[in-house]
C-alpha cells in the first residue's frame, strides 16, 4: 500500500511537470549580472546601476551633452535582442509615459527582449539640435540614441546586436528618421502617430506646435523653416535609406473613437473638457499626422520598399490606441530581432 501511494504522487509530480513544461519554456530565461560596460572612446559611460532583478535604473553619462541620462531597462536573458521604445513630447519625464499610460512593460514581460526607455529629451524630437536652447538646453539625442547607448547597452546587458526601434507621436518621427542617421543600428522599427515630413509646411507646422509647446525654439533645432538642415533630416525625403527593415506604421483619421469617451481610462484630463481636449486638439493633431503616413506610404510604395501599414478610420492623438498599435506591431519588431511574434 505505501510503495503504491508513493508511486501515485510520484506520477501525479510528473504529470504536473509535463503540464507546466509549456508555460515554463515561455518565460524569458534568468537574466543574468549587469557587466561592466566600461569607458567609449567618447567618454561616454554607465554611471550607476541601481534596482534589482529584471528592473533597473542605470545613468548613463553622455559626453555629447555632458550629464547623466536615466534609462529605464526591463532585463532580459545574456544573449536576447533590444528594444529601445520612446516615449512622446514630455520625454518620459511627465506622466505621459507608456509605463504610465499603457501596459507595454507588462506585455513585453513575457518576451525574451531587453526594453530600454530613456528618459529625457522632452520637446526635442530626439534631435541633434545646432544650438543650445534657452528653454530646453544642449539636445544631441540622435548621438545619444544611436552611438553612445547602444554600445553600452549592449556590453553591459550581454545582447546579441541586434535592435528594433519603436516612437509615437513626437518620438513617431524620430522612429523613422534615426535608422537613417544610422544605418544598420535597427532591424524592425513601429511609427506610431508620427509625421515624417519635417520640411513640409504640414509637418514642420506639426513640429513647430510640438516644440514651441514646450517652450523651444525650431529654429535652434535645424534653424529656420527652409533651411537646409531640415530635409537633410526628412525622413520622407530619405525614405529610400529605410529599405531593409521591418517598417510598421499606422495612424488614425483624427475623428473620435472607441477611447474617446467620458469613462475612457485613457483621457489625460477628467471629465468634459478632458474628452474636449482630446476630441478637438488631438483629432486636429491625428489627422495631421494621418496625412502624413499616408504621404508616407505612397512614397515608400513608389520606392518599393514594403511596410505593414495600420490606418484607422476613427481615433485621436492618445494612449489607448497607441497601445493597441504597439500590440498591432509587435510581430513586425520580433520579425526583425528574430523572435516568435506571439
Not at 544598420?184 to 515624417?196: F, K
Not at 472607441?258 to 491625428?286: C, H, M, W
Amino acid at each position: 500500500m505505501y510503495l503504491s501511494k508513493k508511486r501515485a504522487i510520484a506520477a501525479v509530480v510528473a504529470a504536473m511537470a509535463v503540464a507546466l513544461a509549456p508555460v515554463a519554456a515561455a518565460v524569458p530565461a534568468a537574466a543574468g549580472p549587469v557587466r561592466d560596460a566600461g569607458t567609449s572612446a567618447d567618454g561616454s559611460h554607465i554611471a550607476s546601476v541601481t534596482g534589482s532583478g529584471r528592473q533597473l535604473v542605470l545613468q548613463v553619462f553622455s559626453a555629447a551633452m555632458h550629464k547623466n541620462i536615466e534609462v529605464d531597462v526591463q532585463r532580459a536573458a545574456d544573449g536576447a535582442p533590444t528594444l529601445y521604445l520612446l516615449n512622446g513630447a514630455g520625454g518620459g519625464q511627465d506622466q505621459a509615459t507608456w509605463d504610465k499610460q499603457t501596459d507595454v512593460r507588462q506585455f513585453l514581460a513575457g518576451k525574451n527582449v531587453n526594453l530600454v526607455q530613456p528618459v529625457g529629451g522632452k520637446f526635442s524630437y530626439y534631435a541633434d539640435w545646432i544650438k543650445t536652447d534657452p528653454a530646453l538646453g544642449v539636445n544631441m539625442w540622435m548621438t545619444f540614441l544611436t552611438r553612445e547607448l547602444p554600445p553600452l547597452i549592449d556590453r553591459a546587458l550581454n545582447t546579441n546586436g541586434r535592435n528594433a526601434l519603436t516612437g509615437m507621436s513626437m518620438s513617431g518621427t524620430s522612429a523613422l528618421e534615426l535608422p537613417i542617421a544610422a544605418p544598420g543600428l535597427y532591424s524592425a522599427v513601429s511609427a506610431l502617430s508620427g509625421c515624417a515630413q519635417i520640411s513640409d509646411p504640414v509637418g514642420y507646422n506639426f513640429m513647430n506646435t510640438v516644440v514651441t509647446a514646450g517652450g523651444g525654439d525650431p529654429s535652434n533645432m535645424y534653424g529656420p523653416q527652409g533651411a537646409p538642415m531640415w530635409a537633410a533630416n526628412d525622413p520622407y525625403v530619405h525614405a529610400a535609406q529605410l529599405r531593409g527593415l521591418n517598417l510598421f506604421i499606422s495612424s488614425g483619421s483624427g475623428l473620435p473613437g472607441r477611447y474617446d469617451t467620458l469613462n475612457s481610462k485613457f483621457l489625460q484630463a477628467p471629465g468634459v473638457g478632458g474628452l474636449a481636449n482630446e476630441d478637438i486638439l488631438g483629432g486636429a493633431l491625428e489627422a495631421a499626422v494621418d496625412y502624413c503616413s499616408h504621404n508616407m506610404q505612397t512614397k515608400l510604395n513608389q520606392l518599393g520598399i514594403p511596410a505593414t501599414y495600420d490606418f484607422q478610420p476613427t481615433g485621436t492623438h492618445s494612449w489607448g490606441y497607441w497601445q493597441d498599435e504597439f500590440k498591432k506591431s509587435w510581430p513586425i519588431l520580433a520579425r526583425g530581432l528574430g523572435l516568435p511574434a506571439n
